[in-house]
C-alpha cells in the first residue's frame, strides 16, 4: 500500500512520467503491475498514482506568473543598480549590465528547469501520448498542445527545447529528424527484465518438486506416526500379556500350596491324627 506521508522520489516520478507515456492517463493498475516500472513504485498505490498525476499536472498552471514576477523583480533589481555604475564609465557598465543580465537569467531558467524538470517531463509525455503521431509531433504541436491546457512563461518554448533534448539524451524519446516521440520500451535505471519461457519452466519444475517432496515427507510423517502406534499397542499388549502370566503363574503356586496342604491333612488322618483349623 502507498504510504501518503513518505516523499516521492525522483525515479518514481519519473517511473509515474513513463507509465502514463505507455499505459495512458488513469491506468494506474497497468502501471503498477509493469514490470519496467512495479519495481520504483513498490511504496505506491493507484490513489498515490493519481494524486501525485494530478499535482503535476495542476501545478504546471500556476508556473507563468511565478516566472514572470521573477522576471519583473530582476528588472527593477538590474534597473536600480544602473545608475551608480553610469557614474564611472557610460559604455562599459551598460556592457557589463547586459552580460550580468544574460548569467542571471541563465542561471535562473536552469534553476527554474531544474526545479520543474518532472512536471515539464508530465506535460510533454502528455502531449505525446496524446496527439499520438506515427511520425512524432515537432516542437510547435507540443508548445501549441501544452499552451492551450496551461498558463506557461515567456521562455516556455526554449525550456521545452532543452527539456526535449534531455529526454532524447536519457533514451526516454526518440527524435527523427525534427519530431518526437515516446520509445515503446521506455528504460528507467536498469531495467528489470521481463521473465522468459524458458526462465518460468524451471521455477514450475522446482515448484513441482517441491511439492512432490512435501507430500513425501507428510507420507513419511504419517508411515512413521503409524509405526509408533502399532509398536506402542504391542508394548501394551505385550505388557498385559506378562501381567497375565504373572498372575497365572501366582495362581499355579497358591494351587501348588494348597495341593500340599491337601496331601498332609490327608496323611495325618489317615494315620488318625486329629487336624484342627485355626
Known sequence: MGNQKQKWTADEEEALLAGVAKHGPGKWKNILKDPDFAHFLTHRSNIDLKDKWRNLSVSTSGQGSK?????????????????NVQSCSPAAPLRHNASSDTVMDDHSNGTLD?????????????????????NGSDISAIVRYIEQRHEVPPNFR???????????AQGKLEKVQNFFKIKKETTLGTKTPSPKQKDVKPRQSLN??????????????????????????KAYMAAEA???????????????????LVKEIHERCSRGEIVLFA
Open 208 to 233: 513441482s518438486g517441491l511439492m512432490t517432496t512435501s507430500e513425501t515427507v507428510d507420507d513419511a510423517a504419517n508411515a512413521a506416526a503409524y509405526r509408533v502406534a502399532d509398536a506402542e499397542n
Open 242 to 260: 506378562v501381567k497375565e502370566a504373572e498372575r497365572i503363574s501366582k495362581m499355579a503356586e497358591n494351587t501348588d500350596s494348597m495341593l500340599q
Open 114 to 134: 531544474g526545479k520543474n524538470a518532472p512536471r515539464y517531463n508530465a506535460m510533454i509525455f502528455d502531449a505525446l501520448s496524446t496527439i499520438k503521431d506515427t
Open 67 to 83: 516566472e514572470k514576477s521573477r522576471t519583473s523583480k530582476l528588472k527593477t533589481l538590474t534597473a536600480a543598480q544602473l545608475p
Open 158 to 168: 526554449r525550456l521545452l527545447s532543452s527539456r526535449l533534448r534531455r529526454l532524447v
